[in-house]
């Protein structure tokens, strides 16, 4: 049974950072892209930022280029989401995923659809 397990959220300052890290069990992590996705309260799920399978190529959303850094140990099973120069609009629940398809630049890593497994998220709250 594949299982994704996000933690390091919290509440936080403007200004401020968090790292939040998600490991999986059951799945063979290293043949799968990785992402992490957001949603706030009212919203559509978003896509943040992914990561392919050797961690070579990363992508991100606009909104959190420059400040927001996906990353992954395929030997540890996990994968990382450091956050700084947190903005209250960073609130929400911020969710890990996994897909097997190859992230290239017309992958469509940001569709939700691409990805076969999530974790239960984890809450993030920034404060103004």
């Known amino acids: 049974q594949v299982q994704l397990d996000e933690s390091g959220g919290g509440l936080v300052q403007a200004g401020g950072s968090l790292r939040l890290s998600c490991t999986s069990s059951?799945?063979?992590?290293?043949?799968?892209?990785l992402a992490w996705f957001r949603q706030a309260p009212g919203k559509e799920r978003e896509f943040v930022a992914a990561i392919s399978k050797s961690g070579g190529r990363t992508y991100y959303a606009e909104s959190v280029q420059g400040r927001f850094t996906i990353s992954r140990d395929n030997a540890k099973n996990t994968v990382y989401l450091q956050m700084n120069s947190l903005k209250p609009e960073g609130t929400a629940v911020y969710y890990c995923?996994?897909?097997?398809?190859?992230?290239?630049?017309?992958?469509?890593?940001?569709?939700?659809?691409?990805?076969?497994?999530w974790g239960q998220g984890t809450q993030v709250t920034v404060s103004s």
């Open positions: 059951g799945l063979a992590f290293s043949i799968y892209t």
């Open positions: 995923a996994a897909g097997s398809f190859l992230l290239t630049i017309g992958s469509s890593a940001f569709a939700r659809r691409q990805y076969d497994y």
